[in-house]
């Protein structure tokens, strides 16, 4: 359990990296940190539970299309993620189209990977 917790507190901090960084990438919420931190939530839940899955189900298609599929299965995470952060808590992270949501992607990425070193988790 202090694993997913610390997972997700590395989340939320790379959520807010990215939603700092990007404007395409909305913050909804009274802190606006409740959203991110609801956003965060429900990504260390997906990536936990069905990412490891769907990227194995879709790994040939993946490869053939030279892991473009991987970004529209980032996407798809990263939209229901926002979609059950504003149905269950009427907070979350709105993400305003495709691209920001890949360059979005890539700022979690690299922001939790350097978080993640210097808590040593």
Known sequence: MSHFISRWLVLTIAAGVMVAILPGMEAVGEPPILGIAAFSLFMALINASIKPVVHLL?????ILSFGLF?????WLFMRLSSWL??????????IHGFWWSVLGSLIMT????IVSSVINE
């Not at 952060?85 to 709105?94: E, H, N, Q, R, Y």
């Not at 690299?110 to 990977?113: D, E, K």
Request: hydrophobic share 65%; proline share 4%.
């Open 110 to 113: 690299i922001v939790s990977g």
């Open 58 to 62: 879709a790994l040939p298609i993946s």
């Open 70 to 74: 991987a970004l529209i299965i980032n």
């Open 85 to 94: 952060a504003m149905g269950l808590f009427s907070v979350g992270v709105i």
